[in-house]
Each structure stands twice: as C-alpha cells, then as structure tokens.
C-alpha cells in the first residue's frame, strides 16, 4: 500500500475531508447526520468503544442526542483519552470536513479507521454492501494562522451550497439569507462558535476563538466572506466566442 505523502505529526492541525462514493450521501436522514456526532465523540479516544456501545451499535439501538455524548443510558461517561482535539467541523450529505488537531501518534489515522464503524451502521441500515468511503481520506497541513483563518471559513460556509449550488464560483444572491442558514444550521460547529450550544462537548473551540478575535471575529470573517460573493454574482458572466 502506497505510504501517504503527508505524516501527521503531533501538535499540528490539519484539515481532513471524508468523501462518499459517487454518487451516494453519507446521510440521509436526521438520524444519520446524528450518529456520525456521536461516532466522532465515541471513537476520539485511545481505548476501544465501551462494550455496552459496541453492542448498541451491532443492535442498531442507539437513539443518540446531544445528551448522549457525555451520557449513556443515564450513566456519565468515563473520561476519554483524546486522539486528536476536533477544532471544528461540518457534514454535509455527501462528505464531511473536520479541523483536527493531532494529540496521540497516529492518532489521526486511528479515529479514521474507528470511523469505518460508521460504514457498517450505515450498510446494515440501508441493506447494502461494499465501500461507502472513496479511497483515502483528504489531508492537508495548516501552516499559519492566516491559513487557519481561511479554513475556518471555508468549512463553516460550506453548507451555503444546499441552498446556493455551485455558490463558490458563481456568487451568491441574498448573503442575509446564506448568514441566516449557516447560523442555523445543525451539523457544524460554526453554532457552537457563535454560543448557541449545537454539539458543544464534540469540539475544542479556545484556541480557534483566540485566532480568529472570538465570537465577533468569526461572524466578521464568515460574513464578509458571503458579502463578497454577493458583489460577485452582481456581475454578468459573458461568453466569448
């Protein structure tokens, strides 16, 4: 098997994207969109799934909220031994974007492979077999804190594409209605950031607030960003023959 040309090393941040195969979404339902919080929460840890959760996963029996990532069956969760700190992240239907930070060595690539139980949820609930995953994962080194900034953005303002498609080329119409649906938008931690508590104990959020000047500063940059695109789609496209 061909080596990756990126090591993950220790301390660093990287942006990670996990994609479907052509053609599928990795979430179709609520319920969906849901356990993948959940297995992003239970598999960032260095000791195996507790065995009741391993159960309830072969069982398909876990009716996971936001309650049930620091509870289980009403009882409190043993302190997990992260992998990685998830700075943020975001779903989308067919791929999933994550800003990690590596603690453990290999613990990237560890949390990955753990993910793949969420394959197996999937196959058995959609009566399918074969891959789910196209290839490896995406993987890329952020080496400053001005390309932070910009992938904060770039992750958080995906989800503008559900109501805007091909947005990032062709601009956007109404940037109040794109800001209104990435503020309420449930499977990203561009909420959290914003204080209105979506999946809080999933992510780390001191150090990104810091870097980006806190809530104010987030809002700036998602903002302005959108404000932009809406100058752009003011513009005609012309055609040249």
Request: hydrophobic residues 40%; contains cysteine; positive net charge.
């Given at each position: 098997?061909?080596?990756?040309?990126?090591?993950?090393?220790?301390?660093?941040?990287?942006?990670?994207?996990?994609?479907?195969?052509?053609?599928?979404?990795?979430?179709?339902?609520?319920?969906?969109?849901?356990?993948?919080?959940?297995?992003?929460?239970?598999?960032?840890?260095?000791?195996?799934?507790?065995?009741?959760?391993?159960?309830?996963?072969?069982?398909?029996?876990?009716?996971?909220?936001?309650?049930?990532?620091?509870?289980?069956?009403?009882?409190?969760?043993?302190?997990?031994?992260?992998?990685?700190?998830?700075?943020?992240?975001?779903?989308?239907?067919?791929?999933?974007?994550?800003?990690?930070?590596?603690?453990?060595?290999?613990?990237?690539?560890?949390?990955?492979?753990?993910?793949?139980?969420?394959?197996?949820?999937?196959?058995?609930?959609?009566?399918?077999?074969?891959?789910?995953?196209q290839g490896k994962f995406q993987a890329i080194l952020i080496k400053n804190n001005e390309q932070l900034k910009s992938v904060f953005v770039y992750i958080h303002t995906n989800p503008v594409a559900i109501i805007y498609s091909n947005w990032?080329?062709?601009?956007?119409?109404?940037?109040?209605?794109?800001?209104?649906?990435?503020?309420?938008y449930r499977w990203s931690s561009y909420s959290d950031y914003l204080g209105k508590k979506g999946f809080p104990s999933l992510t780390?959020?001191?150090?990104?607030?810091?870097?980006?000047?806190?809530?104010?500063?987030?809002?700036?940059?998602?903002?302005?960003?959108?404000?932009?695109?809406?100058?752009?789609?003011?513009?005609?496209?012309?055609?040249?023959?």
């Amino acid at each position: 098997m061909a080596q990756r040309k990126i090591q993950f090393v220790n301390g660093e941040i990287y942006h990670i994207v996990i994609k479907a195969i052509e053609g599928f979404n990795l979430f179709r339902n609520k319920k969906d969109y849901l356990r993948m919080v959940h297995d992003l929460f239970e598999f960032n840890d260095i000791n195996p799934a507790p065995s009741r959760f391993r159960v309830a996963c072969q069982r398909n029996k876990i009716n996971v909220t936001r309650k049930v990532l620091v509870t289980f069956n009403g009882k409190t969760r043993r302190k997990r031994k992260l992998l990685v700190k998830i700075l943020a992240f975001c779903l989308m239907p067919n791929h999933v974007h994550l800003l990690v930070r590596q603690l453990k060595g290999e613990g990237i690539s560890k949390l990955m492979r753990k993910l793949g139980g969420y394959a197996l949820y999937y196959n058995k609930k959609y009566e399918r077999k074969g891959h789910l995953f196209q290839g490896k994962f995406q993987a890329i080194l952020i080496k400053n804190n001005e390309q932070l900034k910009s992938v904060f953005v770039y992750i958080h303002t995906n989800p503008v594409a559900i109501i805007y498609s091909n947005w990032k080329e062709r601009g956007i119409k109404n940037a109040k209605r794109a800001i209104n649906h990435l503020e309420n938008y449930r499977w990203s931690s561009y909420s959290d950031y914003l204080g209105k508590k979506g999946f809080p104990s999933l992510t780390n959020r001191e150090f990104l607030l810091k870097v980006m000047g806190g809530k104010r500063g987030c809002v700036n940059f998602v903002n302005g960003w959108l404000k932009f695109k809406q100058k752009l789609s003011d513009f005609d496209y012309i055609s040249i023959e």
